[in-house]
């Protein structure tokens, strides 16, 4: 299972020692939420912050791309250290030209699935991306309620990747938490995004390899 816990939640006063915290654990990689307030009903962060974690770690950057007309900043993001970029079928007007333009730029391609949005949307490109996520919550808030009919859906991904992309990875976003991680697990998630959950926690280091460790 390949963790990546969400910086949106990490205390952004201390945002090297929360780095550094995750650079001391077993999670593989580094989520970040890139929201503009026009895709998304929020505003969180851009290149700069993106440039300042590269500076501290050298896990994988997970870049999702919540932002209107992402095609303008793909370059960008690679430049300041994303290792794959994630953008949602939502928001790209020409979603096939988006995920050649990542792919071009040597870094993995993923596309993301709201809530309301269906799995089979994502079958006519499904043989052309490294990653799918499932927004298991309405994206642009941390700290939402995990919303069930997730597992179904990924359940669904799972069986639409068995047939066209088995090495498709698929990964969820939103409320995970150790209850919810092994239904997950068990219907073919294979990376978890969790933020509140891991820096709201006691023991976030702990807490991270729980996650790790899931079947």
Same mark, same amino acid.
């Given at each position: 299972?390949i ?6 939640s990490?205390?952004f006063?201390?945002i090297?020692r929360?780095?550094?915290m995750l650079?001391a654990s ?5 989520h ?5 307030g026009?895709?998304v009903?929020?505003i969180?962060?851009g ?6 974690v590269?500076?501290h ?5 997970? *870049?999702?791309? /919540?932002i209107? #007309? @992402?095609?303008?900043?793909l370059?960008?993001f690679? =430049?300041a250290?994303?290792?794959?970029l994630t953008?949602h079928?939502e928001g790209?007007i020409?979603l ?5 333009k990542?792919?071009?730029?040597g870094i993995?391609?993923g596309?993301a ?6 799995v ?6 499904i043989k052309?991306v490294?990653l *799918?996520l499932? /927004?298991?919550? #309405? @994206?642009?808030?941390?700290g939402?309620?995990?919303? =069930?009919?997730?597992?179904?859906k ?7 990747a068995d047939?066209?992309n088995?090495n498709?990875i ?8 150790l209850?919810?991680?092994h239904?997950?697990a ?6 978890l995004?969790?933020?509140?959950f891991?820096f ?5 280091l702990q807490?991270i ?7």
């Open positions: 299972m963790i990546s816990p969400s910086l949106l990490c205390d006063g201390n090297q929360d780095v550094n650079n077993g999670a593989q990689w580094i970040l939420d890139i929201m503009d026009v895709f009903p929020n969180s962060f290149f700069p912050i993106v440039q300042a590269r500076q770690t050298s896990k994988y950057l997970d *870049v999702h791309l /919540m209107h #007309n @992402p095609d303008a900043y370059e960008a690679k =430049s250290g994303a290792d794959g953008v079928l790209a020409h096939h030209r988006t995920i050649q990542i792919k071009d730029l993995r391609a596309v699935l709201n809530p309301h949005t269906p089979s949307s994502i079958t006519p490109l052309e490294d *799918v499932i /927004m298991s919550v #309405n @994206p642009g808030f941390g939402q309620q995990f919303i =069930s009919d997730s597992i179904r990924v359940e669904e991904l799972k069986t639409l047939e066209l088995p498709l698929i990964q969820v976003d939103g409320g995970v938490n209850s919810n991680a239904l997950l068990y219907a073919g998630a294979t990376s995004v969790a933020g509140s891991i709201n926690a006691e023991n976030p807490t390899e729980d996650l790790c460790t899931i079947p």
